[in-house]
């Protein structure tokens, strides 16, 4: 089984993130000690997953991730992009290349037509549990993650 990473998709290498950086150029993508050459990709696909996070002791709501497979002829990558801020143009770059991208559930259509965080996860509220059964998604993945806050004791 590929070991699926969480990562910040990015073109710039001096951006802080508490998750590591995937990074793209007009000819490559580098992951840590890795780069892979576009015209190396067999094909992508793309995929999501849903993650609990925990606003407050009551309050839980889902975060919604975009799951990205690279397969070249010797590997198969597998990220979690934390970040929906650079899918698309890294979908532009990709798009130059003859790489098919098998992307059943359409999401690319629904970054372009939805380009507004909030309404997009309005839209995933409703659909998503539909699109788990049906394409088998994680649903949620992996455990609740809280939001950092804390408690003030009274003096």
Not at 11 to 21: N, V
Not at 51 to 59: A, F, R
Request: hydrophobic share 35%; with cysteine.
């Amino acid at each position: 089984m590929t070991t699926r990473y969480q990562v910040q998709l990015t073109q710039d290498d001096d951006i802080k993130s508490a998750y590591e950086l995937l990074l793209w150029d007009h000819s490559h993508i580098y992951f840590q000690d890795y780069s892979i050459a576009f015209q190396d990709i067999q094909e992508i696909n793309i995929s999501m997953c849903s993650m609990m996070q925990m606003l407050n002791i009551l309050s839980i709501y889902m975060n919604y991730y975009v799951d990205i497979n690279i397969i070249t002829p010797k590997e198969e990558y597998a990220f979690q992009i934390m970040n929906h801020d650079t899918l698309l143009s890294f979908f532009k770059t990709v798009s130059s290349f003859p790489i098919p991208i098998n992307d059943p559930l359409h999401i690319l259509q629904l970054y372009t037509d939805m380009p507004d965080n909030y309404a997009r996860t309005k839209y995933l509220d409703r659909h998503f549990k539909k699109w788990a059964q049906q394409y088998h998604l994680d649903n949620p993945r992996g455990k609740c993650i809280p939001t950092q806050f804390s408690f003030h004791r009274k003096s």
